[in-house]
């Protein structure tokens, strides 16, 4: 992410159908710190009512009511990052740095908001990100999950490190599901895994590649709540060694289509196109492993001009609103991941959490579109977009001004 300053007169971004823009930059201004203040009265979300859409109106919302019911370390679990946790705010900082340029005077009185991924239509360009023991905010863990996502319209990524497993959520899922493996056994285990994968009539197989070395995420250390199992170090050899020959003996062993996540440079998108890879997932697993990483909304540029088209692009990183989703399929994208967003409503409220979340999200992306000028996201290219300064400082929940950020929320660290 570059830190040139911009002008006063911000330029648009190169249409994707003209000459390719450079990377936008992130423009110099001075924030002010944010001020945590004490939470003192009461919220809508502490209505006694089990009607989930009356008790959340707001994204915002979600979040306190997530809190109540998680212990600490859960919770700093779901937030956190590693280390400083500058790559989870440079992904928030990245797409704060993004203006909209809206055209008017067009008929938007029908806005149609879904999107396409690797054949398969959704009703809104969304894919609920793999969440490693996703059951700790719901007993129900990724089946629940399935169920939100098969019944709002939405894809879904299973992690393979998640409960109740890769045939029980197969089985809950009546939508598009994606498998995420990560690599803990030879190859011949690798293979097993996507044979059942297959079987169990998973769309395509991912596996994620950022995960080398495991990362020092310090709110867990500091707490001494630690993850990971002697088992789990030993068998992390295995995806330490994963390296491309692999790639492409699985790419001829696997039907499905395969998807690698964790894609952070021009350079390896290339390379994962030339092993005949159908997607490319940027991301920087959320803040979570390489510190003082790239914003993912700026990887996602480099991408896009470097795929060329020759593979679908999945990205996350700080997506929070409807206005960030049209953002990164403005930029290139062809689906958009969330993942903390969608935890807060599962850990609120279970099933029907994830899929209220999903329903504000799709009204933001509507409202977003038609003021736009849009009626469809395939009328929107870069050209939407400009460098903006940002005007909030990047944390976790940057994206809700409203929320107030007590101690509590903010976790123990």
Same mark, same amino acid.
């Given at each position: 992410m570059s830190g040139a300053a911009t002008t006063d007169r911000q330029e648009p971004?190169?249409?994707?159908?003209?000459?390719?823009?450079?990377?936008?930059?992130?423009?110099?201004?001075?924030?002010?710190?944010?001020?945590?203040?004490?939470?003192?009265?009461?919220?809508?979300?502490d209505a006694a009512t089990n009607d989930v859409a009356e008790r959340f109106a707001t994204l915002h919302e979600f979040i306190p009511a997530a809190r109540k019911k998680l212990t600490d370390d859960k919770w700093d679990y779901m937030i956190g990052g590693a280390e400083t946790e500058t790559t989870l705010k440079r992904n928030r900082l990245a797409l704060d740095s993004l203006g909209f340029?809206?055209?008017?005077?067009?008929?938007?009185?029908?806005?149609?908001?879904?999107?396409?991924?690797?054949?398969?239509k959704l009703r809104i360009p969304v894919m609920l990100a793999p969440v490693g023991s996703i059951q700790r905010f719901d007993p129900a863990g990724s089946a629940a999950v399935a169920r939100a996502t098969g019944g709002f319209g939405v894809a879904q990524m299973v992690s393979s490190v998640s409960e109740p497993g890769l045939e029980a959520t197969a089985a809950a899922a009546k939508g598009m599901k994606v498998f995420q493996l990560y690599v803990r056994g030879d190859d011949a285990w690798v293979e097993n895994i996507i044979d059942r994968a297959t079987a169990a009539g998973y769309d395509a197989f991912a596996f994620t590649v950022d995960v080398a070395i495991y990362s020092r995420r310090e709110r867990d250390i500091t707490k001494r709540a630690f993850m990971r199992t002697p088992a789990d170090a030993a068998a992390q050899r295995f995806q330490a060694a994963l390296s491309w020959p692999q790639i492409k003996r699985f790419r001829q062993r696997c039907k499905l289509p395969i998807i690698i996540k964790g894609i952070q440079t021009a350079e390896d998108a290339i390379i994962a196109c030339d092993h005949g890879v159908d997607g490319i997932y940027v991301t920087n697993h959320g803040g979570r492993q390489l510190d003082h990483g790239r914003g993912t909304v700026d990887i996602l540029q480099d991408v896009v001009n470097a795929v060329r088209g020759r593979a679908e692009i999945i990205v996350d990183g700080g997506f929070c609103r409807g206005t960030d989703i049209i953002k990164g399929i403005a930029l290139g994208a062809n689906a958009v991941s969330i993942g903390r967003l969608y935890l807060y409503g599962l850990a609120a409220a279970g099933q029907a959490?994830?899929?209220? +979340?999903?329903?504000?999200?799709?009204?933001? *992306?509507?409202?977003?579109?038609? &003021? =736009?000028?849009? $009626?469809?996201?395939?009328?929107?290219?870069?050209?939407?977009?400009?460098? +903006?300064?940002?005007?909030?400082?990047?944390? *976790?929940?940057?994206?809700?001004? &409203? =929320?107030?950020? $007590?101690?509590?929320?903010?976790?123990?660290?």
């Amino acid at each position: 992410m570059s830190g040139a300053a911009t002008t006063d007169r911000q330029e648009p971004l190169a249409s994707s159908k003209s000459e390719a823009a450079t990377p936008i930059g992130i423009a110099s201004t001075k924030i002010k710190p944010d001020v945590f203040t004490i939470q003192e009265r009461a919220t809508m979300t502490d209505a006694a009512t089990n009607d989930v859409a009356e008790r959340f109106a707001t994204l915002h919302e979600f979040i306190p009511a997530a809190r109540k019911k998680l212990t600490d370390d859960k919770w700093d679990y779901m937030i956190g990052g590693a280390e400083t946790e500058t790559t989870l705010k440079r992904n928030r900082l990245a797409l704060d740095s993004l203006g909209f340029r809206p055209r008017v005077l067009r008929d938007v009185s029908n806005v149609d908001c879904s999107g396409h991924l690797l054949g398969k239509k959704l009703r809104i360009p969304v894919m609920l990100a793999p969440v490693g023991s996703i059951q700790r905010f719901d007993p129900a863990g990724s089946a629940a999950v399935a169920r939100a996502t098969g019944g709002f319209g939405v894809a879904q990524m299973v992690s393979s490190v998640s409960e109740p497993g890769l045939e029980a959520t197969a089985a809950a899922a009546k939508g598009m599901k994606v498998f995420q493996l990560y690599v803990r056994g030879d190859d011949a285990w690798v293979e097993n895994i996507i044979d059942r994968a297959t079987a169990a009539g998973y769309d395509a197989f991912a596996f994620t590649v950022d995960v080398a070395i495991y990362s020092r995420r310090e709110r867990d250390i500091t707490k001494r709540a630690f993850m990971r199992t002697p088992a789990d170090a030993a068998a992390q050899r295995f995806q330490a060694a994963l390296s491309w020959p692999q790639i492409k003996r699985f790419r001829q062993r696997c039907k499905l289509p395969i998807i690698i996540k964790g894609i952070q440079t021009a350079e390896d998108a290339i390379i994962a196109c030339d092993h005949g890879v159908d997607g490319i997932y940027v991301t920087n697993h959320g803040g979570r492993q390489l510190d003082h990483g790239r914003g993912t909304v700026d990887i996602l540029q480099d991408v896009v001009n470097a795929v060329r088209g020759r593979a679908e692009i999945i990205v996350d990183g700080g997506f929070c609103r409807g206005t960030d989703i049209i953002k990164g399929i403005a930029l290139g994208a062809n689906a958009v991941s969330i993942g903390r967003l969608y935890l807060y409503g599962l850990a609120a409220a279970g099933q029907a959490g994830v899929h209220r +979340v999903l329903e504000l999200l799709e009204a933001e *992306v509507k409202i977003g579109l038609g &003021l =736009l000028g849009a $009626t469809s996201f395939a009328e929107l290219d870069k050209s939407c977009l400009q460098t +903006v300064a940002p005007v909030t400082t990047p944390h *976790v929940f940057s994206a809700f001004p &409203l =929320l107030e950020i $007590t101690e509590q929320l903010r976790g123990k660290y």
